[in-house]
């Protein structure tokens, strides 16, 4: 069966399935050692999560993606996707157009990259045109900042693939399992939902408006309308909420039914935020477009941070590129709030009561957690809250935010075997 | 003007019973009680500043959240000694 996926391309599939194979392909070869952000993007450029993508951007990509948001054969796409590394590395291990190199993370084998083309490219450029700024003080900016100072561009094969630790294996779905799960459930349109969070109320109301939306004028004998919760993996900071809590949260939502079993799943992506706005709003769709969902929920100041950008930029964005451009349709959602007249958590495009209204946030909640105390059930589920705590004492060291000694101790996400 | 949420939990409620400050508390979000401490801009910028991991939620709530325990636990105190909410200024002479 054929997968389509972003700019009308056939999913990429650069997974070698035989280990012997695979050790006869890396004998001998240079080796770099590569980041957890460089590791996460391998995989997800050989499973296809990045099609059209199959390997790490050239300097005409960038240059591209930079200057008009598109590849160089048109193809709608705003962030680059590079492998960086250090002019002294590549000088001492004598890296060069042509070669087929090793990529090793946590010392062992994961992907091989076609030398393609080294490079240099201006970071600021990068930052100002993806990001809108070249502040240190942004995230974004700052990942930049730490990358070498020049790229590689070529293709990637991974050579070996990862096996996913409890809770996440039950969670991580490649694009060809993800469509296959939708078809078997009957799904005709799925609607993404993204998070980086446990969920509060507000998300879930987020997510059933989503729902209706989505569903729009679908006919609802039977249902054929799913939730996708597509849970962002990637680098964690102290004060975060740990990954297990925010992934075993949601599924907590779906078991003790405030989802339907037929209209609800939970799945995890590998994902290092770059902080963007509204260009990651365009690549939040385009990676799930290649999920194979119809739609995606896109809430206030999606993908944003501090105030570098307005709270619907990432809204807007979508007027400014062509519909044919992306095979996703986006779900504008306004703020949900308490309102003490209604007496409910109600959306703000439907309550006219906005002088009375007390909003809530995630951040709110995770100070109420560290005021000890329990948020009321209206703002998050109890179900939820105790999940939260059986999660700090499972895996989080007594904590249900990231410590030091989470992200020094922690199981990782996934581990490789020895090849 | 932002604010600078205080949660209520029981020892807290029981602190502010015994000196009558039971009433300052507002009750919001159905059965939540929160001391909300008003700061001026330049007062949220200090705080920012001395407290790096404390965040401005400036998306939705427009408070400043996640400040260590026990800052929020010095404003309390002062709360408690002065027995109003004005007490900023003095929270930043106290840690000068």
Known sequence: ?419 | MCSINLWINEERHDKLNQVGLASVAKDVLAGMKVLQLQCTKEQKDRVLELYPVAKFDSATTKSIELLPAEAKDKMFNLVIKKRNLDIIEEFFESIS
Request: glycine content about 8%; overall charge neutral.
């Open chain 1, 1 to 419: 069966m054929r997968h389509v996926g972003h700019g009308g391309k056939e999913i990429v599939d650069r997974v070698m399935a035989s280990p012997s194979e695979a050790k006869d392909c890396i004998r001998g070869l240079k080796q770099i050692a590569i980041t957890g952000r460089i590791a996460r993007e391998c995989i997800n450029i050989a499973y296809g999560f990045f099609t059209p993508l199959e390997g790490f951007m050239g300097k005409a990509d960038v240059e591209t993606v930079c200057e008009k948001m598109t590849l160089v054969n048109g193809i709608l796409w705003p962030i680059p996707i590079v492998f960086d590394i250090s002019k002294e590395e590549i000088n001492e291990k004598g890296i060069k157009k042509g070669d087929t190199v090793l990529l090793v993370y946590q010392d062992k084998a994961l992907a091989t990259l076609e030398v393609a083309q080294i490079f240099s490219y201006d970071k600021a450029k990068i930052a100002q045109s993806v990001l809108g700024t070249t502040d240190a003080k942004h995230p974004g900016v700052r990942m930049l900042n730490e990358m070498g100072n020049k790229f590689i561009g070529g293709k990637v094969t991974l050579v070996n693939t990862p096996r996913f630790n409890p809770p996440f294996d039950k969670f991580w779905y490649t694009p060809k399992e993800m469509r296959e799960k939708f078809a078997e459930r009957g799904w005709q349109r799925i609607v993404a939902h993204q998070t980086r969070n446990v969920p509060h109320s507000g998300h879930e109301w987020l997510m059933k408006g989503a729902w209706f939306s989505a569903n729009g004028e679908l006919p609802v004998e039977k249902l054929q309308t799913g939730i996708l919760v597509s849970c962002i993996i990637g680098p964690k900071r102290v004060g975060d909420y740990i990954d297990e809590a925010i992934v075993l949260g949601h599924q907590v939502l779906h078991e003790t039914r405030y989802f339907r079993d037929d209209i609800h799943m939970v799945s995890i992506v590998l994902w290092d935020m770059r902080y963007a706005g509204p260009k990651e709003a365009i690549f939040h769709a385009i990676l799930r477009e290649n999920l194979g969902c119809t739609h995606h929920m896109f809430g206030r100041d999606h993908a944003g941070v501090g105030t570098y950008y307005d709270p619907y930029d990432a809204h807007r964005i979508f007027d400014q590129i062509p519909e044919a451009s992306l095979n996703i349709k986006p779900i504008r959602i306004l703020e949900w709030w308490y309102c003490p007249t209604c007496g409910e958590v109600t959306y703000s495009g439907l309550c006219g009561h906005s002088q009375e209204k007390q909003a809530f946030s995630g951040t709110m909640i995770r100070s109420m957690i560290q005021d000890k105390v329990k948020p009321t059930k209206l703002i998050f589920r109890p179900e939820v809250f105790d999940n939260l705590m059986e999660c700090a004492h499972e895996y989080g060291f007594g904590s249900p935010f990231c410590t030091e000694e989470y992200l020094n101790k922690r199981q990782p996400i996934f581990e490789l075997s020895i090849l």
